[in-house]
């Protein structure tokens, strides 16, 4: 009985190791295995070492620092895929000084597989706009940004405008986490004088290729709104230039995060005018930027709350009115077509918010009988209007059922071109399960 044993966890032992050689590397990637766990595999053995060696070094961590180091020792650049450069909260005066005087220029240069960068800032993200004078060809292989900023200051000290990244022409997904967005009004695109970088410097200011935006208690103050700051018109160096076709930024994803610090903004005008698209006076011209959002999320999560604090600053979910009408040109039978943002989406996430009755979820999403909804997925966290500390009642819960069937009538009720699931709950269990931990996180863990 023993030796069976014994065989038996042999054989499991091996197997093992053989089902991870033959996983897929994006699958691997997806596990999110940290660097002990992937430094233990690829010593294995010589085939665990050839797959994942090269996982050991895809990401990197660095301070301002650390770039000469970089450049003259390390080995492995070609390895590189992501890079974070952290601030060292601990010496602030070298971490300033490298935001402002230490060129990215090397490491886009050195690392030909780069895609991926996180750039944390000890308050604005104006360095990248001043300090560097890189060729645009070295940051088009940048795909994804994270810009986070540890200012202690206030929040115009912490200022982001799209012509920070004037050399980026090529990101698709953009996070920023603390920053006050404005529009550059005194930024345009530097043309020679005939013209022949006309296609190039055209996208100098714009993010065309952006189908990712997640803003992290981020805050923008009139008159400026999100398709001011994303999705800007600058001067034609000549009205009778073609320039690029698509030359409007229309992302497929958008999501707000705020916490306590911020979530005051949510009260704020500004933002009540992007959750109220009639409370908008300039939303139909801005519904370029809004074309192609298929996935829309919301989340408001203040420490107060599980401090058993009610706090005001959470929305009301009767604010929210995305059911305007724009039209727009179909890309396959241009034929003009009528639609909303709410229903183009495919999937809406909602943490955080206040509700008084039943009947406001036929106000929010109630929609014409001329118009179908698209979507698939709906997430609805409320606030309950009692203390954290009060557990949830079998009142509170058959309040969640009737929040759940009111929804599902609304959508599958044959209007709809999908049948959209619900996830229907109250924010504490947000709290709970720190569902959200990662994206508020300004650590550089």
């Keep these: 009985m023993i030796s069976r044993d014994v065989k038996r966890r042999k054989t499991e032992s091996s197997t093992y190791p053989l089902f991870l050689l033959n996983l897929p590397l994006e699958l691997i990637r997806c596990m999110q295995l940290s660097r002990e766990d992937l430094v233990n595999i690829s010593t294995l053995d010589s085939a665990h070492r050839a797959k994942f060696y090269p996982l050991v070094y895809e990401r990197l961590k660095l301070t301002w620092r650390d770039f000469k180091s970089f450049s003259e020792s390390f080995k492995s650049k070609d390895l590189v895929r992501a890079i974070r450069i952290f601030s060292d909260l601990q010496d602030r005066k070298s971490t300033t000084y490298g935001e402002w005087n230490i060129s990215l220029k090397g490491i886009l240069e050195e690392s030909p597989n780069l895609k991926e960068l996180v750039i944390e800032v000890m308050s604005s993200a104006r360095c990248l706009k001043y300090q560097d004078n890189f060729d645009t060809n070295l940051s088009d292989k940048i795909e994804k940004l994270k810009l986070i900023s540890h200012s202690g200051a206030p929040n115009d000290e912490s200022l982001f405008e799209l012509t920070q990244l004037q050399r980026f022409h090529n990101i698709k997904q953009l996070t920023l986490n603390g920053f006050l967005l404005a529009k550059d009004q005194y930024f345009y695109p530097k043309f020679k004088s005939d013209f022949s970088d006309l296609k190039e410097r055209s996208r100098d200011g714009r993010l065309v290729f952006l189908n990712d935006l997640t803003l992290i208690n981020c805050k923008w103050d009139h008159p400026y709104s999100l398709s001011d700051v994303f999705s800007p018109v600058y001067p034609s160096p000549n009205p009778l230039l073609k320039l690029e076709s698509n030359e409007f930024t229309s992302p497929e994803r958008l999501s707000l995060f705020y916490s306590k610090n911020s979530s005051s903004f949510v009260a704020a005008e500004r933002f009540r005018s992007f959750i109220d698209n009639d409370a908008n006076e300039l939303f139909l011209f801005e519904t370029r930027f809004y074309n192609n959002l298929k996935h829309l999320s919301i989340v408001v999560l203040s420490e107060d709350y599980n401090e058993n604090k009610y706090n005001y600053y959470y929305p009301w979910l009767n604010w929210l009115n995305l059911k305007k009408i724009f039209q727009t040109q179909n890309e396959e039978t241009r034929e003009i077509e009528n639609k909303s943002i709410l229903t183009n989406l495919e999937s809406l996430t ?37 203390p954290h500390f009060q557990e949830v009642s079998e009142k509170d819960k058959l309040e969640l059922r009737k929040v759940e069937e009111y929804l599902q009538m609304i ?32 650590n550089n863990e």
Aim: charged letters at 25%.
């Design 350 to 386: 909602l943490v955080g918010w206040r509700m008084a009755t039943l009947s406001e979820l036929r106000n929010v999403f109630g929609i014409g009988k001329e118009l179908k909804y698209n979507m698939k997925h709906l997430a609805l966290y409320l606030v309950r209007p009692v």
């Design 411 to 442: 959508f599958n009720n044959g209007q709809n071109k999908h049948t959209c699931t619900f996830e229907v709950g109250y924010v504490e269990d947000c709290f709970a399960d720190e569902r959200y931990v990662k994206e508020y996180t300004k």
